[in-house]
């Protein structure tokens, strides 16, 4: 009776540590799988501050265009790195709720700064004195079209100063300031501090909304007069971003 009980723990035994080790395959078949299918949801863009202070900064320059006399370079750095993670549920702004077109700026390193070179390289200068996260960026448009569809007059850079949510990551969850300057990076000014909607009208005029908690506050600002105009104030609550800063 002893020898059958044993017999039939050993055969236990066996069954059980069968069945972990199918489950740990299993389990590690579908990491696999996971890591090689591509994913269908959004993305949130971010980049996580790099503080090790061992680490090299280095800082490499790409070509995005020229406009009339004006050769534009953008500015990314190691000091700050790509993270395509998903976005958390930590914040109202992410997860499936959040909306925000990717325009320029997304994929790869953090662009940090713009440098505007004019009289055939004799001349060079920085956007920003310091760098920041430009999260994206139109540049004024050159091409003559009827009706025209975005301003002439000016660059739109949507940009984060400072990690405002306290999470050691710059992304779209933080405060967005909303940048202007003429086509060839002079005469940079902050138009908003914060801003929760974008969108080109048309012409030179685009239109942006702020959020103080309870009102939405809707703006349009004219890039030839350099006019800025508030259109309508309304209590409401806000659930997403929606900052369609993109040709």
């Given at each position: 009776?002893k020898?059958k009980?044993f017999?039939?723990i050993?055969k236990?035994d066996?069954?059980l540590v069968?069945?972990?080790a199918?489950?740990g395959?299993?389990a590690?078949?579908?990491?696999l799988i996971?890591g ?6 959004t993305?949130?863009q ?14 490499h320059l790409k ?6 006399d004006?050769?534009i ?9 790509a993270?395509e993670a998903?976005?958390t549920?930590?914040?109202?702004w992410?997860?499936?709720g959040f909306?925000n077109?990717l ?5 790869g390193?953090?662009?940090t ?10 001349e060079?200068y920085?956007?920003?004195p ?13 091409e003559?079209e009827q ?11 949507a ?5 405002t ?6 992304n779209?969850?933080d405060?967005i ?5 003429d086509?060839?990076?002079t005469h940079?000014?902050e138009i908003?501090s914060s ?6 009208l048309?012409?030179?005029e685009i ?5 103080d908690?309870?009102?939405?506050s809707?703006f349009?600002?004219?890039c030839?007069?350099n006019v800025k105009t508030?259109?309508?104030?309304v209590?409401?609550?806000?659930i997403e971003?929606?900052?369609a800063l993109y040709k």
């Amino acid at each position: 009776m002893k020898k059958k009980i044993f017999e039939f723990i050993k055969k236990a035994d066996f069954v059980l540590v069968f069945i972990l080790a199918l489950l740990g395959i299993i389990a590690l078949a579908a990491a696999l799988i996971n890591g090689l299918l591509p994913f269908h949801r959004t993305r949130v863009q971010q980049i996580a501050v790099v503080e090790d202070v061992r680490v090299k900064i280095e800082e490499h320059l790409k070509f995005e265009r020229k406009i009339k006399d004006v050769y534009i370079f953008s500015v990314k750095s190691s000091a700050i790195k790509a993270d395509e993670a998903y976005g958390t549920e930590k914040s109202k702004w992410s997860g499936d709720g959040f909306s925000n077109v990717l325009g320029r700026g997304f994929g790869g390193d953090g662009i940090t700064n713009l440098i505007f070179v004019k009289n055939n390289g004799r001349e060079e200068y920085k956007l920003f004195p310091a760098n920041v996260f430009i999260y994206k960026y139109c540049l004024a448009e050159v091409e003559e079209e009827q009706p025209p569809r975005y301003p002439h007059e000016c660059n739109v850079y949507a940009v984060v100063k400072n990690d405002t949510t306290n999470d050691k990551i710059l992304n779209s969850e933080d405060d967005i300031a909303l940048y202007i300057s003429d086509y060839d990076g002079t005469h940079v000014k902050e138009i908003a501090s914060s801003i929760i909607t974008f969108r080109f009208l048309g012409g030179e005029e685009i239109l942006f909304s702020e959020y103080d908690g309870t009102v939405q506050s809707y703006f349009v600002y004219d890039c030839k007069t350099n006019v800025k105009t508030l259109i309508k104030s309304v209590k409401q609550e806000i659930i997403e971003k929606q900052i369609a800063l993109y040709k």
